[in-house]
């Protein structure tokens, strides 16, 4: 199942009405693009996680950082909403292009569209902000 496909209700034979997360369907296909384009215009692997992250939260999404296929050329944009966190992690080969000052300049963009209350957008701006500092590869 791709991003925003919607699988029918057990017996129903019709797509569930509300999808269980913050994101719409819609939002979520734009973002699996902003990923896709990010991903084939840099040769780095972008990834998104939203949702809860343990203290010491930083820690916690350089573990997740870790755990991806690709970690030295993988950049996490991590996002706790409900902790109002957000950790952008880079690898070590991801980083020569991302430098932190571009990903912070990236961060505060972030930012400033989860406080306006558009979560997906800031999200896929994150990840145009990054992708275009990266350059391609």
Known sequence: MTV???QPEAGTGTPPQVLDGPFSTRQLLRID???RLADQGTGLVFSVYVGGLDEPIREHAERLHRQLAEPDKSVLLAVSPNQRRLE???GKYARKRIPDTYAK????SMVAAFGGGDLAGGIINGLDQLASHAGKG
Do not use: D, K, P
């Open 105 to 108: 300049l990236a961060a505060l």
């Open 33 to 35: 693009e902003a990923l």
């Open 4 to 6: 925003g496909e919607m």
């Open 88 to 90: 952008i992690i880079t």
